[in-house]
């Protein structure tokens, strides 16, 4: 008991001390999975529209399928895009491995179908009308698209936060494609299974508090947007 | 005022899976028209309403624009989105104020000059003042049915198709909504109305058409009903 204490003290010292190691590793995880979940972004809303909208041979398929990687571990994630980008991989040549841009693939993948499978569930349960209705009144498919976006945003606010959550605080894809290379490629969830393999609790605590006062500001932001969403005035 | 036009459907067909709704059944519709269509629960009305506004892939169907010959319903699906209006039983309201919704429509019209001025006059019209911070969720059936009816004004339609616009209205909301109907009317717009209750609109229509096993009913009354159109179209132009 003493020690967690002690190494729970000794992390907040060094959180609020500006330790430079500690926030460059914070700096670098907020970085990559940002970058990652706005590239995530665009391609999963027109995937999830395509699913609830479209009407298209293996449309099911697709939707069991985006179903199936809700549940694939983040290592299997990084275990394929390890064997893509290492040098014998058909993307060996682009030399990616180990670098912040294959952390950033990892996590793409990672959230991708968080996104598809949350945003299709919202625009299934939108009332269809909202698209007939913005095409009838004139609006082009693209302006049609934004409407019903607009419509459903409080679960497409739910759906970014969800998969924020998830591939800011997974180690698997991260080890495997990132190598946990220091200043470079340590990001939190990382650095804490280094420290902690080390010994070191204290900056494994550190970072866990980074990583715990984030999903509750990540949850605080959903329970806000789902309550502006209610049904209730 | 809009332009004299006429438009006929030719050759509508549509099957849900196995289950055929319409079958090589046709309509024409010009402008000044006010077509009340009746027809049973699943007769295939509401589908034709909406094959009518570009909203539903009909299995096959030609589209003639006034004298001009007949082009595949897939080729002129974009003009009928543009000029074809299609009021759902119950109108959708976009999210946030009325306002808000009437100003999605009139921002979609570049014709318009001064948007605000005629959004405003366009909520006067409708007898809206006043309500238009009100969030759209929370209008009663009838004020959603006028707000519909506003955004359709300022997109200016030569068709407006209305699916049941007359059901849960009270008798004030339904006289206001004939009488905004009767200026659409008046104006050049043709109006479709499909609905279980034609008395409601017997002096707003200028014809009656049936759907029955699958189509818009038998010849001789669909000739009665051109016939009857004609007249109507005479006497307006004296």
Redesign the interface.
Known sequence: MDVLLTSTAEAFRLLFSGNPEIWEIVGISFRVSSMAILAAVPPALVIAFTLAYGSFPGRRFLISLFNTFLSVPAVVIGLTLFIILSRQGPMGDFKLLFTQTAMGLGQFFLCLPILVCMAHVSLQAADRAAWETARTLGANRLRAFFTVLYEIRFGLMAALLAGYGRIISEVGASMMLGGNIAHYTRNIPTAIALETSKGAFAEGIALGIVLLFLAFVLNSLLQYVQGKGSINP | MIEDFRIGFRDISKSFGSNRVLEQTAISIASHDCIVITGNNGAGKTTLLRII???EKPGHCEISLDDASPEPWRRLRKRL??S???L?Q???M??GSLLRNIE??AR??PALADRESSVQKAISWAGLDGLESQSAA?LSGGQKQRVALT?ARL?HPQILLLDEPTANLDSESRERTLQMLREFRDSGTAIVIVTHDPGVFSDLATSKLHLQDHRIKADDIWAADVVELDSVRQSKKR
């Open positions: 506004a570009g909203l989105l543009k074809v209006m299609y759902h119950q109108p959708y976009f999210a999605y429509a979609l019209n929370s955004r997109c």
